[in-house]
Each structure stands twice: as structure tokens, then as C-alpha cells.
């Protein structure tokens, strides 16, 4: 991923920021230029809760090239309490266990790196909400 890229998707990968249409109240993410529920094209930023459930999953058995130390690893949908699902990886916890319907929480985590000496990605990760 290019540099001006990862620096444009810096709300939706470090703040979770989604847009709000200003007419109807509908939230997007990642943010849109037209409401996909009024057609309005005014949005404000919402700060979302990324606190949810686990809507579903799939556990990653055969990784792909250089994600293969992670392997066996979890992705799913998690349903947050704003009403959006959003696709993460599931960490911290044995994947054997998850059921669908467990609380998690999105956490920032480091993703991927450029090489030994490149820019390092960081992105929201899913772990288990254990209310703390």
C-alpha cells in the first residue's frame, strides 16, 4: 500500500471513524459521498463505539503468503453497538472457542510491514471484551 493511501484510510483504520448522514441519521462504513438510505450528500463524523458481538466467523487454516506464523487465526463480522458490521481479525483467544454471539471489542494492532525497514500498518483487530 502506498503511503498517501494509508494516510487517506487513517480515520476508518485508527479512529473508527464512520459518517453520519446530517438528514436521516444513517451510518456508514467507511464513510460515503452519498447516503445510501436518503440520497443526501452532507455527512458528520461518527465515532464509533467498536464494541460489539460476533455476528459470524471462519477460522484461517492455511494462511496466505506472510501472514502464515498467524495461522491458525480468526476472521469474522462483528456487529457493533452503533448497528455497523465491520470484518476483523479475532485475536487474543483460542479461535476453537469463539461462538457466535461473543462480545468483543476493537483494539489497534499492527497489521503488516513493508519489509525490514518500511512503513509499519496498523489497523483495528477484534479481542474478547472482558469488561475491563
Not at 58 to 77: C, H, K, M, N, Q
Request: with cysteine; proline share 5%; aromatic share 10%.
Amino acid at each position: 500500500m502506498e503511503v498517501a493511501k494509508h494516510w487517506r484510510e487513517t480515520p476508518e483504520r485508527y479512529r473508527l471513524e464512520a459518517g453520519k448522514c446530517s438528514k436521516c441519521g444513517k451510518i456508514s462504513f467507511p464513510g460515503r459521498l452519498i447516503c445510501p438510505e436518503c440520497g443526501y450528500r452532507e455527512f458528520v463524523i461518527h465515532k464509533l463505539s467498536g464494541k460489539g458481538k460476533l455476528d459470524t466467523f471462519t477460522i484461517i487454516r492455511t494462511a496466505p503468503s506472510g501472514f502464515e506464523d498467524l495461522a491458525p487465526y480468526a476472521v469474522g463480522i462483528v456487529e457493533l453497538e452503533d448497528g455497523i458490521k465491520i470484518l476483523g481479525q479475532i485475536t487474543d483467544c483460542d479461535p476453537e472457542t469463539l461462538k457466535t454471539g461473543d462480545k468483543l471489542v476493537a483494539k489497534f494492532r499492527r497489521i503488516n510491514e513493508d519489509g525490514k525497514t518500511g512503513m509499519i500498518y496498523y489497523a483495528y483487530k477484534f479481542v474478547p471484551d472482558v469488561g475491563i
